[in-house]
């Protein structure tokens, strides 16, 4: 059976450079025989994280069906732009919301726990979004999900594409596909 990864990108912008950069990690997993089901954030929208909220109205539907992407899937393609040295608060928001167990007997974090994910960034700045991708490690790694090393920093992403969506750099465009590549080859090594 084909590894099945899921794709999604913590902006909700719909000209976003990571979403871009995440369709070129997609596609070099999907050439590696990957099944490769891409989300858009912005497609789930939901409320901030509150705890109160969830008492009293359960878990909102849309971080239902995104967990439900999270379970069915084997790994992960996350593409992340940088705000203020971490990671997106969408990302964040969807993952606290992913997190949350629907009954007593749900096993904790039962959506990472198990999974293997790539990350990578895209961003104006000179560093490329790695800043933000060192609390996004951290973060995925606390709940369970294996991170391999390698991952993608774009700076000066508002001259890092061409027309047609590859990045300019074309050693970069061969790392972002290979990063695909090699989660999808990962995860079905793990399969067998």
């Not at 719909?14 to 999907?30: Q, T, Y």
């Not at 949350?100 to 000179?126: C, H, N, W, Y």
Request: proline fraction near 6%; hydrophobic fraction near 45%; aromatic fraction near 6%.
């Amino acid at each position: 059976m084909a590894p099945r990864i899921l794709a999604f990108a913590g902006s909700s912008r719909r000209d976003s450079f990571n979403k871009r950069l995440l369709k070129i990690a997609a596609s070099g997993a999907e050439a590696a025989g990957a099944d490769v089901t891409r989300i858009d954030l912005a497609d789930y929208p939901m409320p901030l994280f509150n705890q109160d909220l969830e008492s009293e109205q359960g878990i909102p539907e849309n971080a239902l069906k995104f967990k439900r992407h999270l379970i069915d899937h084997d790994g992960f393609i996350i593409a992340s732009p940088e705000y203020n040295s971490a990671f997106s608060p969408l990302l964040k928001n969807v993952i606290d919301w992913a997190s949350r167990a629907e009954s007593d007997d749900e096993p904790p974090l039962m959506a990472f726990q198990g999974k293997t994910a790539v990350i990578l960034a895209a961003s104006p700045g000179a560093l490329g979004g790695l800043r933000g991708l060192v609390f996004l490690r951290m973060l995925l790694a606390n709940i369970g999900v294996t991170v391999l090393p390698d991952q993608q920093a774009i700076p000066q992403a508002f001259k890092a594409f061409n027309e047609d969506g590859s990045l300019v750099d074309e050693r970069k465009q061969q790392s972002v596909l290979a990063l695909g590549r090699k989660l999808a080859a990962t995860v079905g090594k793990l399969n067998a």
